[in-house]
């Protein structure tokens, strides 16, 4: 065995330098270690342009960075997981996962598993992968066939607003292309006003959208495009 590196002896400055240097999985690893790796972790400012959080059996995570490499994180897909996805030929793959329950991320690729330091649901792994990676714009969202396994209320917890919410067409709840919100007042809007929001968020003009107003009081514009095989939806809290 050749002689270790004392990393966690270093001084803060030249911990964050030998950090800067690492892979995102390495930094993930180390954030576990302690409150100051985590912070010195946070400190290298390695930012994530984007997260994509797909959703059907299990839940794959993807975390995209300015430097357009990618880590992907899967969630409840082992099967030494008590709430893991199961083979498609098994009667039980569609049990319902209690998200709120401590999981195991794996990366893909190599699938090995990374344990954080205290257990962690899914709601504690997004907080900290947002935390660490800088990250706090609202994520983009997927549903897949089969993701019926995942309660809707526990997810919108774990994952806060998102920016981009894609249903797949075995799994959409919209009728011809029309959005129908049971119990919420929609605003009204005119051609000029939908017009000002595609041109500020660089929409398309084949954008539909409504106004509602949230219990906080705030106005949120929910723009929608159907592109046959698949729902766009954008949400948009306005200033």
């Given at each position: 065995?050749?002689?270790?590196?004392?990393?966690?002896?270093?001084?803060?400055?030249?911990?964050?330098?030998?950090?800067?240097?690492?892979?995102?999985d390495?930094?993930?690893?180390?954030?576990?270690?302690?409150?100051?790796?985590?912070?010195?972790?946070?400190?290298?400012?390695?930012?994530?342009?984007?997260?994509?959080?797909?959703?059907?059996?299990?839940?794959?995570?993807?975390?995209?960075?300015?430097?357009?490499?990618?880590?992907n994180?899967?969630?409840?897909?082992?099967?030494?997981?008590?709430?893991?996805?199961?083979?498609?030929d098994?009667?039980?793959?569609?049990?319902?996962?209690?998200?709120?329950?401590?999981?195991?991320?794996?990366?893909?690729?190599?699938?090995?598993?990374?344990?954080?330091?205290?257990?962690?649901?899914?709601?504690?792994w997004?907080?900290?992968?947002?935390?660490?990676?800088?990250?706090?714009?609202?994520?983009?969202?997927?549903?897949?066939?089969?993701?019926?396994?995942?309660?809707?209320?526990?997810?919108?917890?774990?994952?806060?607003?998102?920016?981009?919410?894609?249903?797949?067409?075995?799994?959409?709840?919209f009728?011809?292309?029309?959005?129908?919100?049971?119990?919420?007042k929609?605003?009204?809007?005119n051609?000029e006003?939908?017009?000002?929001?595609?041109?500020?968020?660089?929409?398309?003009?084949?954008?539909?959208?409504?106004?509602?107003?949230?219990?906080?009081?705030?106005?949120?514009?929910?723009?929608?495009?159907?592109?046959?095989?698949?729902?766009?939806?954008?949400?948009?809290?306005?200033?």
């Amino acid at each position: 065995m050749g002689p270790t590196f004392p990393l966690f002896r270093l001084p803060d400055n030249a911990f964050v330098h030998v950090l800067g240097n690492m892979y995102f999985d390495h930094l993930l690893n180390i954030s576990f270690v302690s409150t100051r790796a985590r912070t010195l972790v946070t400190s290298t400012l390695l930012e994530a342009d984007l997260i994509n959080i797909k959703v059907s059996r299990f839940i794959d995570t993807e975390v995209r960075f300015r430097n357009k490499t990618t880590m992907n994180l899967y969630f409840y897909y082992d099967g030494n997981d008590q709430n893991a996805a199961q083979p498609v030929d098994d009667p039980n793959r569609l049990s319902p996962v209690d998200i709120t329950l401590p999981v195991v991320a794996f990366l893909l690729f190599n699938y090995i598993p990374i344990h954080s330091s205290t257990p962690f649901n899914f709601i504690d792994w997004m907080n900290h992968i947002q935390t660490i990676f800088c990250f706090a714009k609202p994520p983009s969202v997927r549903f897949y066939h089969e993701c019926e396994r995942f309660d809707a209320q526990y997810l919108k917890e774990a994952i806060g607003n998102v920016d981009v919410l894609r249903v797949d067409s075995e799994q959409s709840t919209f009728a011809s292309g029309e959005v129908y919100l049971k119990g919420i007042k929609c605003i009204e809007m005119n051609e000029e006003a939908k017009q000002e929001i595609r041109e500020k968020h660089r929409l398309m003009d084949s954008v539909d959208m409504i106004k509602i107003k949230r219990k906080d009081g705030k106005i949120v514009v929910i723009g929608i495009k159907d592109s046959g095989d698949t729902l766009f939806v954008h949400f948009i809290v306005l200033d």
